[in-house]
């Protein structure tokens, strides 16, 4: 089972440049969640989504898009990079109900210079 | 606003010592869920340990086992006959609602050393 897949695992950016995160679950998750991990603090979210064609802003939203237009694909866009997004980007998925267990893909770290 | 507070950045014991790692958090919610996820140098986020707060009986996985003391919002993570396949950075996490999704609230991280 691939579980929850993030493209691309590195990416190296210049100021005001653009790029879009990529995630894929084959769990038939309905919930998604994108967070960013920076030095000495724990995740924070970015976005969610709580199913096909829904996205909501989570703590950080700033500077970020969400679009969720499939139910396994989650894409978190940077219009224009700013040298502060520079982090290490989680995407994690989940049932509705359950266990309440979200599981997370391998991250991007996303250098922007 | 749900805080956690990991009190502990950095931890380092011998292997096949016992190791606890503190977390307390800030909640004015009655029912929620509380996680440790352990993140290798792989930087894989992988869940150790759930706990659901209106269970009394603390969680246990293996070696992993928790000290939930809800009065004191504390939930500590023990970890027994620690190996090196450990070694990691552990977080701890509250889980709450926001507009009937699953918002996980993250402290800082321990990272920990098992030495051989």
């Known amino acids: 089972n691939a579980g929850v897949t993030q493209t691309p695992k590195f990416r190296v950016l210049k100021t005001g440049q653009s790029m879009t995160l990529l995630c894929a679950q084959d769990m038939n998750h309905e919930y998604m969640y994108w967070y960013r991990q920076d030095p000495g603090m724990g995740l924070r979210l970015i976005h969610y989504s709580v199913g096909e064609g829904t996205t909501a802003k989570g703590e950080v939203p700033d500077g970020y898009n969400v679009s969720r237009l499939k139910k396994q694909n989650f894409l978190l866009g940077l219009e224009s990079a700013a040298p502060s997004q520079t982090s290490v980007y989680f995407c994690a998925s989940s049932f509705r109900q359950g266990r309440n267990i979200q599981y997370f893909g391998a991250g991007t770290r996303l250098s922007v210079l | 606003a749900q805080t956690v507070t990991q009190s502990q950045p950095e931890m380092s014991v011998q292997e096949a010592e016992t190791v606890t790692l503190s977390c307390t958090y800030d909640?004015?919610?009655?029912?929620?869920?509380l996680f440790w996820y352990k993140q290798p140098p792989s930087r894989q986020m992988i869940l150790v340990i759930r706990q659901e707060a209106y269970k009394q009986q603390n969680a246990t996985e293996n070696r992993f086992s928790v000290n939930f003391q809800k009065a004191a919002k504390s939930f500590s993570l023990k970890i027994s006959d620690s190996q090196l396949g450990d070694t990691a950075m552990y977080f701890c996490a509250f889980m709450t609602y926001i507009q009937g999704a699953q918002k996980l609230v993250f402290g800082q991280g321990t990272r920990l050393t098992i030495n051989p």
């Open positions: 909640t004015s919610e009655s029912n929620y869920y």
